[in-house]
């Protein structure tokens, strides 16, 4: 049972990056997707989450309208599209499967994460 987390890397203020959550040894389709942050000195907050049954979605007020979170159940995959990205949005990215959105809520199981950070 495995999730990894991808798709980070260097980006300058007002770009883009996708962050891919690939599961291996299970069915994401049966769990939400959650995606987590950490930046350094800083708490982890939960950023999105998607939903299994019904693809809901719900995003933290600091990412809204900026960060577009999806699945691809054919392919065992999550992602998180980030848009307009800024200083503050620099931190490890992690996803995990849950039981259900909110992002935070019971984990089956959670990925490495994937650094981003944001400079110019």
């Known amino acids: 049972v495995q999730l990894q987390a991808s798709g980070g890397g260097s980006v300058q203020p007002g770009g883009s990056l996708r962050l891919s959550c690939a599961a291996s040894?299970?069915?994401?389709?049966?769990?939400?997707i959650a995606w987590f942050r950490q930046a350094p000195g800083k708490e982890r907050e939960g950023v999105s989450c998607i939903n299994s049954s019904d693809g809901s979605t719900d995003y933290s007020d600091s990412v809204k309208g900026r960060f577009t979170v999806s699945r691809d159940n054919a392919k065992n995959t999550g992602y998180l599209q980030m848009n307009s990205l800024n200083a503050e949005d620099t931190g490890v990215y992690y996803c995990?499967?849950?039981?259900?959105?909110?992002?935070?809520?019971?984990?089956?199981?959670r990925g490495q994460g994937t650094q981003v950070t944001v400079s110019s």
């Open positions: 995990a499967a849950e039981l259900a959105c909110p992002a935070g809520g019971r984990t089956y199981t």
């Open positions: 040894g299970f069915t994401l389709d049966y769990y939400a």
